[in-house]
């Protein structure tokens, strides 16, 4: 039975709701499984081609391009690698799987269908207009019980691309949503802070001094009290700044993902708040950001209505 999936997790192709999302003037990628004998049909607002054997190369680097943009790293050699192997795999000769190159020519939630005689499958393809924010990171240095000037948090500035590496896949990729570093600063404050910083002293002392310019900066303190829960990070609205706490929330987030997964966790707030939705914005679907339950940096297709609009 044919069926759609995705080249590389988390790249917007949301196969069991049957839903992907496309970037206006831009475009995804799917594969279409079992599709000997499937002919496609869709409307103007769509272009559809096969990614040929020749394309491979091309296609494959405009797409990490456009997502990762000229920052270079591991993750993304690593992603191009992953998806130029699943496009060659469909490229072959004989194979009984196609990918598709999916590009935007207008606006709104056209249907892409595969059809195998009276039979066919659907995706709502979501065209999606791109946002950009700007982003700024500090790193707290406080006093110790000797009156020494240390580092508060075991992240540093030089950590910063892999964060924005990572905010940028989990948004961009998903949902046509960009973050642009303003800067990434030590934060010195002379205070004997103590190493778990409470609410309270994060908002009069520590939050004030965030990022001239940015639309969010984020906060890292080493541990944080948020008085009212456990939280392992916590966005404030009223001063459009977030706090993530160093080891993350393992038992809510995939190994690896604990310290990222919190900060995407608190991202999705500030994204949510931007877009004036109501309620805390929590769901009770598992496995997908800002879920009461265990997480992943995965969105589903209500997460991405609440974060954007087409």
């Not at 609410?199 to 310019?213: C, H, N, T, W, Y």
């Not at 997908?288 to 974060?307: A, F, H, P, W, Y």
Request: proline share 4%.
């Amino acid at each position: 039975m044919a069926s759609f999936v995705q080249f590389l997790q988390d790249s917007g192709v949301y196969a069991a709701q049957r839903f992907m999302i496309v970037p206006r003037g831009g475009f995804n990628l799917v594969c279409l499984r079992d599709s000997t004998g499937v002919s496609l049909s869709h409307d103007h607002r769509l272009e559809v081609e096969d990614v040929r054997f020749e394309d491979v190369e091309r296609v494959a680097r405009e797409y990490i391009d456009f997502r990762y943009g000229a920052q270079r790293s591991q993750e993304r050699d690593d992603q191009l690698l992953r998806l130029r192997t699943g496009l060659y795999g469909t490229a072959r000769p004989g194979q009984p799987a196609r990918g598709l190159k999916v590009t935007a020519k207008g606006v709104g939630i056209p249907e892409l269908w595969a059809m195998r005689g009276s039979t066919g499958i659907k995706l709502d393809v979501a065209l999606l207009p791109r946002k950009d924010f700007r982003i700024a990171f500090r790193f707290l240095r406080r006093l110790d019980q000797s009156n020494q000037m240390i580092n508060a948090t075991k992240w540093t500035p030089d950590d910063v691309p892999w964060f924005m590496t990572r905010l940028n896949w989990t948004f961009g990729a998903q949902a046509n949503i960009f973050f642009s570093l303003v800067d990434a600063k030590w934060l010195p404050v002379e205070k004997a802070l103590g190493p778990k910083i409470p609410r309270d002293v994060f908002q009069k002392e520590i939050a004030p001094l965030k990022g001239s310019g940015a639309d969010l900066t984020c906060f890292l303190v080493g541990d944080y009290d948020a008085q009212t829960t456990e939280a392992a990070g916590e966005y404030l609205s009223d001063q459009q700044v977030c706090v993530v706490v160093d080891e993350g929330n393992p038992p809510v987030f995939d190994l690896g993902e604990a310290f990222i997964g919190v900060m995407a966790h608190e991202v999705g707030h500030f994204l949510l708040h931007e877009r004036k939705h109501e309620g805390s914005g929590h769901h009770d679907r598992r496995g997908v950001l800002l879920s009461s339950g265990t997480e992943s940096l995965s969105l589903d297709k209500q997460l991405v209505i609440n974060l954007t609009a087409w």
